[in-house]
């Protein structure tokens, strides 16, 4: 089932020196219980692209759909809040809070009782391969595969149907990065999520369903 779509956008920043069109006249479609790469160069316009998707930013042309509805329309904090989450290749978690604390977070949020909203972060920790040892642990005793999977845990916690994965894998020694991209994969096929990732790494292309390739601003499907 299609879950968000992409009509003929585009996308324009200005930096002091010029203007850059780093999104231009894309369309494409994603559906729910499938995993999707986007590569390409740096600053082929790969991470503005998934802001867009996110509704950090909207299009200066075309239009983006979530399940039919215009991103315009929406309020873009609750849908991000509610709808779709993003993970980001330097984890940004909250370094004062522990494990738990960080997947409780946006359940509470959304006014979920804090005994309802501990009891299920717990449940989608140890979904993602951690153990009751790491639930009081404050980032900077966590590795990096570990903080990783507990953004992710945050991201499912929310309650969405969209992960947007800014190159998840990025700060990963080897053995992580495997973890984690068979994490995505098992949300998309297992759970039914939508994961869209922006990658440079061989590993996520050949584990996705479909791989996209940015370049100049334009997406192609190559896969």
């Known amino acids: 089932m299609e879950i968000l779509r992409a009509e003929k956008i585009s996308y324009s920043y200005r930096t002091k020196y010029q203007k850059v069109d780093a999104v231009r006249n894309v369309s494409c479609a994603f559906e729910t219980g499938t995993m999707y790469a986007i590569v390409g160069k740096s600053g082929s316009g790969k991470s503005t692209l998934l802001s867009l998707f996110a509704g950090l930013d909207v299009p200066d042309a075309g239009s983006i759909y979530v399940q039919e509805q215009s991103i315009h329309e929406l309020d873009r904090d609750a849908y991000r809040l509610r709808q779709a989450s993003v993970v980001y290749q330097s984890f940004h978690l ?104 922006i990658t440079h790494n061989p590993r996520v292309e050949e584990a996705a369903d479909h791989v996209f390739r940015m370049e100049d601003g334009r997406l192609t499907p190559i896969r």
């Open 94 to 197: 909250f370094p004062l809070l522990n494990a738990l604390e960080n997947v409780m977070l946006p359940m509470e949020f959304q006014r979920i009782p804090r005994k309802e909203a501990r009891k299920r972060a717990g449940e989608i920790l140890h979904r993602v391969g951690l153990t009751e040892q790491i639930y009081r642990q404050v980032p900077r005793m966590m590795s990096g595969g570990e903080q990783q999977r507990v953004a992710i845990a945050r991201a499912v916690a929310a309650g969405g149907e969209i992960i947007l994965a800014d190159e998840p894998t990025g700060n990963l020694d080897s053995e992580n990065e495997e973890k984690i991209v068979a994490l995505l994969r098992s949300l998309a096929h297992n759970d039914g999520y939508t994961v869209i990732v």
